[in-house]
């Protein structure tokens, strides 16, 4: 397992893997969630930063975001 995961890393670190691996796209429903900016999901804080540059950014009800986790 340790060698599996270390050739891994050595192909992530080199830049020969996809970064549509690391990619996740969850649904949105703004308005249903805490008020809380901590309590929001990846998706729905990355739909938020995106409607501050672009008030028409705003997705619709159950829309994918795409994201990055890090």
């Known amino acids: 397992v ?3 995961l270390q050739r891994q890393w050595k ?3 080199s ?3 996809s970064l549509k691996d690391f990619i ?3 649904e949105v429903r703004l308005g249903t969630y805490s008020a809380r ?3 929001l999901p ?7 930063k995106a409607m501050r540059v ?3 950014a705003e997705p619709r009800y159950a829309e994918r975001i795409p994201y990055v986790n890090k």
Not at 42 to 48: E, G, K
């Open 42 to 48: 990846p998706a729905a804080i990355v739909a938020t």
């Open 24 to 26: 996740f796209a969850k």
């Open 15 to 17: 830049g020969r893997v």
């Open 2 to 4: 340790k060698t599996y």
């Open 54 to 56: 672009d008030r028409r």
């Open 37 to 39: 900016i901590s309590s």
């Open 11 to 13: 192909r992530i670190l």
